[in-house]
Structures are given as C-alpha cells and as structure tokens.
C-alpha cells in the first residue's frame, strides 16, 4: 500500500487531454513538501518529468503540467500522443516518517 | 553529464545479504546538498524507496525496513553501496540508485539491476 494515492489507469485518445491525481495527507503533501512526477516507459528507468510541484526539467515538452493543491497534486498532459503510453508516479517527502514516499503508480493508455 | 550505474548479483539466495554498489560519474558526492538514493520496482509492482544517503553523510532509510539496511558511501571512487540483510523472495526486484540535489526529487537515475531471491 503506497503512501501516495494514485489512480492505477487513466486512457484517452491522441490529442486530448488527461490528468493523474496524486493524494497525501498533511504528514506529506499537505505539510508543504514538494511533489515530483516521473515517467516510467515500458522496460526503462523513471524519468524525472515534473519537479517541484509545477517544474519542468529541460526537455520536457511543455504538454505536461503539475498543480498542488492542499494534500494532492495533479499531472496534466494535454495533446496526447502515442508515445505518452507508460507509467505515471508521484513522489513527495513525508515529514513524519523522514522519508521520500511515492504514489502507487498510474498506467497511461493512449486509444 | 550525470550517469549512476548500479551492479552486483542478479541471483540471492533467501536469507543471505544482498550487496549492491552505484557507481556514477558526472557529481561529487562531497558537494553540499548532494546525495544518492536506493528504490527498487517488484516486477509489475510500484516503486518503493529504501534509503538515502547525503554528501555530510546523513542516511535516512525506509522504516518499514530499516533494520535489514546499510548504506554507505566511497566519495574518493564515487560509489554508494547498499546492503540488505536476510533476502525474501519478496525482495525480488529491480533496484536503482538515482541522483538528488536540493529537495526530494531524483534527477537522474541509473538504468536498474534486476535481483531475484530464489533458492
């Protein structure tokens, strides 16, 4: 059982937009740690996709975007495309157990 | 240009001690504000995070399994090892070490080692 809370799939077709939700609660998110998004493509390593809760790293295509909000983050991707397909996690630091804690995880379907 | 890569056994056997080393390149870990990290992956399972270790060598671990955890680290040859003690079948896993500067998040990481515990 993940600290953080995510759906385990989500699906759309290419072009439209989806979103992933991420929930804590007030040892993690909600004490003001940051949220951090990774994508897991089939047989690789995660990839640092979203930092900070709204940051992008150099590279990463501007159709992907993170909020915060209270005790749970959400990660956009607008204009989906085939090569979106993969796994989806979050990540934050939990205040009470010392301890970076990531979400269940979310497998991304593109129709 | 950051690169982390972790080795060691791909076979343990239930009860003995896994040890595995990242060797990386591209960052001191002498530096301030820099540390290494261990998460291993359960095939088709969620990533979990094991332990942490910091340039002033502050080692934060997992609680669920702290007490089968040991991280260290050789800043001269650039390396973190990790050992975990009494291995389960459970254990069974790909495991990564990743880069982290400032904050909690894992900016690069190595391509994984994947270890099963098996008699």
């Known amino acids: 059982q993940s600290v953080l809370t995510q759906p385990p799939s989500v699906s759309g077709a290419p072009g439209q937009r989806v979103t992933i939700s991420c929930t804590g609660s007030?040892?993690?998110?909600?004490?003001?740690?940051?949220v951090h998004w990774y994508q897991q493509l089939p047989g690789t390593a995660p990839k640092l996709l979203i930092y900070?809760?709204?940051n992008r790293p150099s590279g990463v295509p501007d159709r992907f975007s993170g909020s915060k909000s209270g005790t749970s983050a959400s990660l956009a991707i607008t204009g989906l495309q085939a090569e979106d397909e993969a796994d989806y996690y979050c990540?934050?630091?939990?205040?009470?157990?010392?301890?970076?804690?990531f979400g269940g995880g979310t497998k991304l379907t593109v129709l | 240009q950051i690169t982390l890569k972790e080795s060691g056994p791909t076979l343990v056997k239930p009860t003995q001690t896994l040890t595995l080393t990242c060797s990386f390149s591209?960052?001191?870990?002498?530096?301030?504000?820099?540390?290494v990290g261990w998460i291993r992956q359960p095939p088709g399972k969620a990533l979990e995070w094991l332990a942490h270790?910091?340039?002033?060598?502050?080692?934060p671990y997992s609680p669920s399994l702290r007490s089968r955890l040991t991280i260290t680290k050789d800043t001269s040859n650039n390396q973190v090892v990790l050992t975990m003690t009494n291995m389960d079948p459970v254990d069974t896993a790909t495991y990564y070490c990743?880069?982290?500067?400032?904050?909690?998040?894992?900016?690069?990481w190595g391509q994984g080692t994947l270890v099963t515990v098996s008699s």
């Open positions: 900070d809760n709204t």
């Open positions: 990743a880069h982290s500067r400032g904050g909690s998040k894992f900016d690069n």
């Open positions: 591209g960052f001191s870990l002498s530096a301030r504000g820099v540390g």
């Open positions: 990540q934050s630091y939990d205040s009470a157990s010392v301890a970076r804690v």
């Open positions: 270790i910091y340039w002033d060598d502050d080692k």
């Open positions: 007030s040892s993690n998110i909600g004490a003001d740690n940051d």
